[in-house]
């Protein structure tokens, strides 16, 4: 491209500068906060105002951060699910569905198995229980598209909208087992006391956050250190290869996509185990699943800087409610304009990453006058 | 209950169909230039909204459509730099164009919340024929964009398989360093199809506003139709004129659980004969995917590929 005399043009990087890890989601949270504000000017908020409400009553009051944190704990969960299946370039997008699924598995372990259990393995139970349920529903995707290529990414979004409608069914629909018995109002049936952890103070942060971070760490230590993580980077990189080198790609779909939807599980079942403490129509609400798959592609992928995009995001979530509800109401949708704002920017700016900008001066041969 | 209830459904089928062949249409020939574009639910979403927001200030049907073509259009033009030019993961950056779509719907679309449409797409009427037993409500029981929709069916299907710069554009999809042989822009060609998909899809969004929904709603007005209309792509196999029966097949789940409602039917909870759409056409894909299928198919060969000159 030539613009005035001199030629912008983009090389090949063999390596990225480390700065630049850092640099390019930066910008990219600070342009999605111009296009937020452009929509907020429009529609007759002040942008700057709103921003600082947002800043305050998600990340630097008190109760705003504790707030945020307890929303990041499932938000991690979802974060590290779509990760752990993006990098090996299975796109499971259905981490929605899974949470619920997730949060079904918890309350039904919290409802059935915790009464009959020792008060320190109950909550344990719990989490492997929506763990397993959330991989249970991609276990149908991740088989077709192990076995017969099936595209994973519409037969898990797909699941999400069978999920929407089985939880509805569960506290809307039915007098069944999740919903509580002892009141004409459609809520979920409560979950043992023993299977639920208290939280911190009188905050809204609980326990299951130190789980959700180990599990980060864990994981990030997991790809690079073990044989399983090896195999799956390879796989990542070039399936043929892969395959030459005898790692079986059946094996590694399949059980990648199951770990990412017990990830997703997990968070669900944190869900039940921490705030709710019961099969809850609110968490359809809160998009994290979602969202999950933002702060994945904004971590790009790295599971402990998952920690950081999800405390981030989950930020502007708790913060747009609190806009919602004050005096001057701006929709929470704001939210959601804004991860959506921040992942096109992140996409845009990876071409930084990987290639250098050089502009030379084009030295143009002067028109003969006549 | 009557046969007459599900010819009425069938008619619904037919008329709910062409959002679908319309975001079909759309991701079809984004897909043939060998571009996917998974952002469907959120151009159907900003189609709506704007549609909704544009007519109910102007009280003009057609500057509100105009608009939503428009709207598709600018956001398949962010879609086509960053994949296209900035060779961004053309996946993340559809489920990208999802999120934004759904939350700008959203926050634009907060203070129409219930509102009634403010116009509505009459449908014509054909006199004597309209009143047919059968073909009456099923064939002349239509507004002007539907069949304006069957018509662009056929023009693409002509259009892709009969002309030039569809034969240009189905290689571009299935062997682009070819293209850029013969000295055409991969680059610019990807960009055109996929605009003009995207308005298409906004268009299906802004018809969908005003002849189906009831009123703008929050979390439901397109209930995940725009994830449909991907695998009816696949089921189309590519092809524009297959796109009509197909989209007249998945109209057909969608709809039933309305009538089923409707005639106070309750074999089965109405929570689980909502998931009746989407797990057919989960059982759609499946089928699809057996081997003998694929071969038949004939997707895209580069699709989702980035084309780099250098590298050849």
Known sequence: MIIGGTRIRLEARLTSPRWLVVVVPVFSVLFALVVGGVFLLFTGHPPIRTYRDLLDNGYTSFYGLTDTLGLATPLICTGLAAAFAFRMNLYNIGQEGQLYLGMVGGAWAGIALAPHLNQFIAVPVVLVAGALFGAFWVLVPALLRARMGTSEIVSTLLLNYVALNLINYFIYGSRGFFRDPTTPFPQGRLIDESARFDSFGTTNTYPTLIISILLAVFLFWFVRRSNYGYETSVFADSPQAARYAGMNSIWLTTSVLLISGALAGLGGAMYVVGPAGKVDPGLLQTGLGYAGIVVAALARYNFVAVIITAVLFAGLRVGGSALQASSDPVPIAIAVVLQGAVLLFALGGEIFRRNRVVVTRVVQTAKVEA | ?312
């Open chain 2, 1 to 312: 209950m009557n046969s007459n209830v599900w010819l009425l459904t069938f008619a619904d089928a037919i008329s709910i169909a062409t959002t679908l062949i319309l975001a079909s249409l759309g991701a079809m020939i984004t897909e043939r230039s060998g571009v996917i574009n998974l952002g469907v639910e959120g151009y159907l979403l900003m189609g709506a909204v704007t549609a909704f927001v544009i007519g109910d200030s102007t009280g003009q049907l057609w500057l509100a459509l105009g608009s939503a073509i428009i709207v598709g259009a600018a956001m398949a033009l962010v879609h086509a730099t960053l994949t296209v030019t900035l060779r961004a993961n053309q996946i993340v950056s559809g489920l990208a164009m999802v999120i934004f779509g759904t939350g700008l719907s959203q926050f634009i679309g907060k203070p129409i919340e219930g509102k009634s449409r403010p116009v509505i797409i009459e449908k014509i009427d054909f006199g004597v024929l309209s009143d047919l037993p059968i073909i009456g409500p099923v064939i002349f029981g239509h507004d002007p964009i539907t069949y304006a929709t069957w018509l662009l069916a056929l023009v693409i299907s002509l259009y892709l398989h009969r002309t030039r710069p569809g034969l240009i554009l189905r290689a571009t999809g299935d062997a682009p360093a070819t293209v850029d042989a013969q000295g055409v822009s991969v680059k610019r060609i990807r960009y055109v199809h996929t605009v003009a998909g995207g308005a298409l899809m906004g268009l299906g969004g802004g018809w969908y506003m005003f002849a189906r929904a009831a009123a703008w709603n929050q979390s439901a007005t397109t209930n995940g139709i725009g994830w449909i209309a991907l695998a009816l792509v696949v089921f189309a196999s590519w092809r524009p004129l297959r796109a009509i029966a197909g989209a007249v097949l998945f109209g057909f789940c969608l709809q039933v659980p309305f009538t089923l409602q409707g005639q106070q039917i309750n074999i089965l909870p109405s929570e689980i004969v909502s998931m009746f759409p989407y797990l057919m056409t989960l059982a759609v894909l499946v089928g699809l995917s057996t081997p003998r299928a694929r071969r038949l198919l004939g997707a895209p060969k580069m699709l989702g590929q980035p084309f780099v000159r250098d590298e050849r």
